[in-house]
C-alpha cells in the first residue's frame, strides 16, 4: 500500500512540553455540573493536555443516551474558559462541525463507527475545507488498514494537516478479555506507512473495563505512541456510559504518573550491543523460513498423496489435533497463547493453498 501525508508535527499544535499528550474526560457530558466537577478535578491534577467529552453518541440501537448535542457545548466552552486547557469532542456530521467551531471547540476527532463509511468521512472533509483545526481519527470498527488510510487521505484532501491517528482496538478481531481487540500490528503498520503521523492510545475502548487500562496504557506507551485519549468521571458507576471502562480523576492522575515513559531511541553507548542482538535475531528470522519452507515441502508431497489417493484436503480432525497440541507446546515454551494460535492458523491456511494447488494440477 503506497500513501503519503502531509501532517504537521504533534508539537506544532500542540505544546506537550516533551511529555506523552494526555487527552482525558468524561465519556459522554451528562450534566453542566457532572462536566464542571469532572473538568475541574482534572485540572486540579494537572496531567491533561486536552479535555475531551461525548456530546453526539452514536448507539446501536434507539432508546439509549445518545448524547446531550448542542446543549453540552456551552459548558465545555466554559471549561475552556476557567481552565484553559482546549476541548476535544467527536463529531459525525458536517452540522456536527459547524456548531462544535461556533462554540470554540479547539480539536475534533472521528469516531470507529463514522470512519467505517467512506460517504461519512468524505463528508466530514468537504465540511473542513477552509478550517484550520487538528483532526483526530479513531481506527474503523472493523480490523481494515485501508479503510483508516483512506480517512486519513479524504481528511488530508480538504487541506487538514493537523491530524493525528487514534487506536481504540477492533470489535470481535480477537477473542480476548478486552472489549476491543487491541491488534497491535495494525497501528503499528499504519506508523509504518506515515511514521510523521502522531499515534494515540485509546486504552478506555480497547479494555472495557478499569482494571484493565493500566497494562494497555504501558503497552501504548512501549511502542513509543505519542499520548493516550482515557475516558474520566466524576463518578465512573452512576455514569450514563461506559461506566465500567471509566476512573475518577484522582484515579486516573495516580494511574498515569505510575506509568514508564520509554526514550524514543538510544544513545551510541547502546549501539553496539544492539547490533549485535540483532543479528542474532536475524539469524533466527533466517531458520524459522528454512524451517516453514520445509515445511511447505512437506504439505506439497501431501497434497500429492491425498490428490493419489482422492482425498479432501481439509481434514477437521487433524486441524484440531493440531490446533490444540501447538497451543499447549507453545505454553511449555512459554509463548503466548495468542501468538501459537494466529501463527498456526496462517501456517494452516497456507498449507490448505498449497495442498490444493497441487490436488488440481495434472500429475506429470
Known amino acids: 500500500m503506497k500513501a503519503n501525508l502531509d ?36 485540572a486540579k491534577e494537572g496531567y491533561a493536555h486536552v479535555i475531551r467529552a461525548g ?31 482546549p476541548i476535544a469532542v467527536e463529531v459525525a456530521t458536517p452540522q456536527h462541525i459547524e456548531l462544535a467551531l461556533k462554540y470554540g471547540i479547539d480539536i475534533l476527532w472521528i469516531g470507529a463507527r463514522t470512519t467505517v463509511n467512506p460517504f461519512n468521512v468524505q463528508d466530514l472533509a468537504d465540511a473542513l475545507k477552509g478550517v484550520d483545526v487538528p483532526v483526530l481519527i479513531k481506527n474503523p470498527v472493523n480490523p481494515d488498514l485501508a479503510l483508516w488510510v483512506g480517512a486519513f487521505e479524504r481528511i488530508a484532501g480538504a487541506g487538514i494537516k493537523k491530524m493525528a491517528a487514534i487506536h481504540r482496538g477492533f470489535s470481535n478481531a480477537q477473542e480476548t478479555k478486552f472489549r476491543n481487540s487491541p491488534m497491535w500490528q495494525l497501528a503499528v503498520e499504519l506508523k509504518t506507512l506515515f511514521p510523521q503521523l502522531p499515534m494515540i492510545g485509546d486504552p478506555s475502548h480497547m479494555a472495557g473495563k478499569r482494571a484493565y487500562l493500566y497494562e494497555l496504557a504501558q503497552r501504548a506507551l512501549d511502542l513509543n505512541y505519542d499520548g493516550l485519549i482515557i475516558e474520566s468521571h466524576r463518578n465512573p458507576d452512576e455514569a450514563w456510559s461506559d461506566a465500567s471502562q471509566q476512573l475518577t480523576p484522582e484515579a486516573l492522575g495516580e494511574m498515569l504518573r505510575s506509568l514508564e515513559i520509554r526514550k524514543p531511541s538510544y544513545g551510541e553507548d547502546f549501539q553496539s550491543e544492539l547490533d549485535q542482538l540483532r543479528q542474532k535475531i536475524d539469524n533466527i528470522d533466517r531458520e524459522l523460513l528454512e524451517v516453514l519452507a520445509a515445511r511447505m515441502a512437506v ?58 494447488e497441487v490436488m488440481n494440477q495434472q500429475p506429470a
Not at 446501536?60 to 484553559?84: D, V
Open 299 to 356: 504439505v506439497e508431497k501431501l497434497g500429492e498423496y491425498k490428490r493419489e489417493n482422492n482425498v479432501a484436503v481439509l481434514q477437521l480432525d487433524r486441524w484440531k489435533q493440531l490446533h490444540n497440541s501447538r497451543a499447549d507446546l507453545g505454553k511449555k515454551l512459554n509463548l503466548y497463547p495468542e501468538l501459537v494460535e494466529e501463527m498456526f492458523k496462517l501456517i494452516h491456511m497456507e498449507s490448505i493453498r498449497k495442498q490444493t
Open 7 to 42: 501532517v504537521l508535527p504533534l508539537s506544532s499544535w500542540i505544546d506537550t512540553a516533551g511529555k506523552p499528550l494526555i487527552i482525558a474526560g468524561p465519556c459522554s457530558a451528562e450534566t453542566e455540573e457532572q462536566v464542571s466537577e469532572t473538568v475541574s478535578r482534572i
Open 55 to 85: 456530546v453526539w453518541k452514536p448507539r446501536t440501537r434507539p432508546g439509549s443516551f445518545e448524547g446531550m448535542g448542542e446543549a453540552a457545548l456551552p459548558w465545555l466552552a466554559a471549561m475552556k474558559k476557567e481552565t484553559g486547557l
